[in-house]
């Protein structure tokens, strides 16, 4: 026969898609799928379908035939809806020219990483982060400059000076995510401005992912968190991977959106082009559905997370051995538990004896271990029931 | 004001995406789409949509609630219904853990360059090809090897030892689409056993793009051209691209596969997870429906289109000044125009002139300067219609 072995095949892919650890949380995941009983709180996603408002207008194009090849950039009316979205939120104009339709919003990341750098450039960023911005980087062979959030006293905190100081000569960016997944963190208007003028001074791209904006649990009730949008001109090194996932409960629906500068609209339709030649236009059409008329779902949604970040907490705090911060932001749980130091190994133990999904704090890279993520975007009484098995398993059970 | 000039900002991004020229057709389209009476031919898209009962899966699993993350690498379902379909036509078993779903024949592409490919690697392509090989491969520091087909005696020819003499130690796979986009050259048996060869001797990949096996105008009505899956184990150095577009007419829902060696498969599961995070399971619903039950539409596209392609011989063989070889599979008529040097800006002027959008053949790289591109799986009125506008359009007025 002329099958090859294993070993030689994989000696014949890339050292970089050869070596690249998986996701902890694909491994929770598939560690764990399809279990009768487990309650799944490893992915950040809730517990709703897609609202059958946002369904209806996809379901009709798509029989109405608009099953053809379309805009590279998305097409017109979603673009002028994220221009409508925007302008609503962030109170000043926006253009439909600053937004492009991405396959989710990690095809948006992908594309901007492969339209600021290459083999052997730098990005800074702030950790523990999804490991959806480290891993992309390190396969095209970009480093990852990986600067670790403090946690101290119960409190996340990043320090400027040290972000700062990770940049060199080879550094092409920093990634924000604020509110960030998985710890809650949500930058301040200071800190924005701060890191703004940082990208300034040294000539690199501010890449926000404010995903989880309108998931932000303020002490005004404001109705999303300080973003780049407040402070940055969109004709600047700003660019802004953002999905329709999290706000509409559209993550199976794999679209999002970039913004960026119009100058560098041609080279990202190109991107757009040779990684998966657009999205779907039937699909995009009930997107822009769900950017004029979600604002309910959305509202309902938060009203939601507030509560069962809540309920979560005052779960955790029945337990000495846990510290986390109560998030202001996102929608995942981010807590220490004392004496682990392997999260993914205990992650397995906690599917495999509670029959609960969490996320191992490990993958989301330094200062994440020894931590683990919850999404509590999910139903409130399964939450509940997943607290009491956790709670259980915590009282009879070690981490490792 | 802090915006940046449109040149500042493209300094700031990286040099292969700033200078990789645009894809001809992609201009083209660009140039001529939207204009009143225009009868686009530029596209590798048929003029019918989807057929219902492919998007009524679709429909039902979408309204089901299925809009969740779903599996890196497909349903089970669709991995299952690509195995049936395989060994229906290649005649013996095939396996679903063999093929991953992508966002797209693109997607299946991209995935397979950057697992086998990085910064100095080359890869060896015959030319003239679909600019979306070479693009890619340029953007993430690979270099396509190109080695031109002879075009000689109305005849297109693949000279194999031209095409092996091209290899060097940084070759990494040779890439052979077969039907050729936008040739029509279609490879024997002896052919294909001869780059297997090579690519086994050489501890080469071969990356096989088989997207138009069903579209193949053989003389005995063989239901589908040579294939490399007639000659090679699964498990050898083997990646083919491939996509729900062309035989079941959905273009637009950017869903393909790629069939791989089962041990890379966790190399395709990380490079999915980063690039797209999956393709929606509502839409993988419909193609699984589509693979199960579209052999009748596929039947009475072939046969449409073998019927416009001698419509669309028999109208250019009136024209002394041009020159083709009759397609042997694929839908693409690709003809030479005498006294034509730049077909971009020829195809422009067709499209401003005469209505008829075509695609230039200076954008399928070496050996296609000279030629341009026309789409014959469209509706035979309007294609007559297209022959007589671009007849007439050849007796006034001359190429550049």
């Known amino acids: ?70 805009w590279q950039r998305g097409i017109p009316p979603l673009r002028e809806a994220l221009a409508r979205y925007h302008s609503r939120h962030y109170g000043r104009a926006f253009e439909a020219e600053n937004f492009f ?15 600021i750098a290459g083999e052997g450039d730098e990005i800074v960023l702030p950790t523990p982060a999804w490991p959806n911005y480290a891993g992309p980087m390190r396969m095209m062979g970009a480093k990852p400059v990986e600067v ?27 990634v924000l995510n604020s509110p960030s997944n998985p710890v809650g963190w949500t930058a301040s208007l ?8 940082e990208c300034r001074k040294r000539g690199l791209w501010i890449v926000g992912d404010e995903v989880y904006s309108r998931f932000y649990y303020g002490d005004k009730g404001e109705p999303r968190a300080p973003s780049f949008l407040d402070i940055c001109d969109t004709e600047e090194r700003l660019l802004l991977a953002n999905t329709f996932s999290k706000n509409w409960a559209m993550t199976g629906w794999r679209v999002g959106w970039l913004q960026a500068p119009k100058a560098v609209g041609p080279a990202i339709e190109r991107i757009i082009q040779y990684n998966t030649s657009g999205t779907a236009a039937f699909l995009q059409q009930g997107c822009a559905v ?54 993914l190994a205990t992650t397995y133990r ?29 139903d409130p009484a399964k939450l509940g029931e997943a607290m009491d098995r956790f709670g259980k398993w915590l009282k009879t059970s070690k981490p490792i």
């Open 101 to 115: 339709v991405t396959g989710g919003g990690m095809q948006a990341i992908q594309t901007i990483l492969q339209m």
């Open 290 to 343: 769900a950017l004029d008329e979600g604002e309910d779902f959305i509202a309902a949604q938060v009203v939601k997370a507030r509560a069962n970040r809540d309920l979560v907490a005052a779960a955790l705090r029945a337990h000495p051995q846990i510290r986390f911060e109560l998030p202001r932001g996102a929608f995942y749980m981010f807590f220490a538990l004392d004496g682990m130091t392997d999260s």
């Open 148 to 174: 670790a959030l403090d946690f101290a006293n119960g409190r996340w905190h990043l320090d400027l000076d040290k972000l700062f100081a990770a940049i060199t000569p080879k550094s092409k960016a920093i």
């Open 190 to 197: 200071e800190d924005l401005k701060a890191v703004r003028d």
């Open 1 to 70: 026969m002329t099958a090859l072995s294993a070993s030689a095949l994989l000696a014949s892919i890339t050292k970089a898609s050869r070596d690249e650890p998986d996701s902890g949380i694909s491994a929770a995941v598939n560690h764990g799928i399809g279990r009768p009983g487990i309650i799944p709180l490893w992915s950040g996603e809730g517990n709703l379908p897609t609202p059958e408002a946002f369904c209806r207008p996809a379901i009709e194009s798509l029989l109405k035939g608009e099953t053809f090849y379309t």
């Open 350 to 378: 906690i599917i495999d004896e509670a029959g609960v999904g969490l996320a191992p704090g490990g993958t989301f890279g330094p200062g994440g271990e020894g931590f683990l993520r919850m999404c509590f975007l999910r």
